[in-house]
């Protein structure tokens, strides 16, 4: 295949083009993005019981002292579909779903 040096130079984009193009590429991208993301931490929410990335005071079975904090999941990524259940994170200390005897959604 013979290819010269500077052929994509040779290509002449007329500048007002660009101009035609939404000046965010990734905005509806993001948008459905967090979308789904919203309705994944839902599903999350509704199956074990618990309120994510809000403000709460915990129970753990078995201890007398209660947590309290933002209740989020202890990893960045999402738990598979059948997982029976997760591992959660309040402040410093981590925990599995199971191990929560009762959950308090605290305002602001």
Not at 52 to 81: K, M, S
Request: negative net charge; charged residues 30%; without cysteine.
């Amino acid at each position: 295949m013979d290819m010269k040096k500077g052929n994509q130079l040779d290509f002449n984009f007329p500048a007002n083009d660009l101009l035609e193009f939404p000046r965010d590429l990734g905005e509806e991208g993001w948008f459905q993005f967090y979308a789904n993301r919203r309705d994944a931490f839902e599903r999350l929410e509704e199956k074990f019981g618990t309120p994510l990335n809000q403000r709460v005071r915990i129970a753990l079975h078995g201890e007398e002292t209660l947590l309290q904090g933002l209740l989020t999941l202890n990893r960045l990524e999402l738990p598979p579909a059948d997982a029976e259940e997760i591992r959660l994170r309040l402040g410093g200390r981590t925990f599995l779903s199971s191990a929560i005897e009762r959950v308090e959604l605290l305002q602001g």
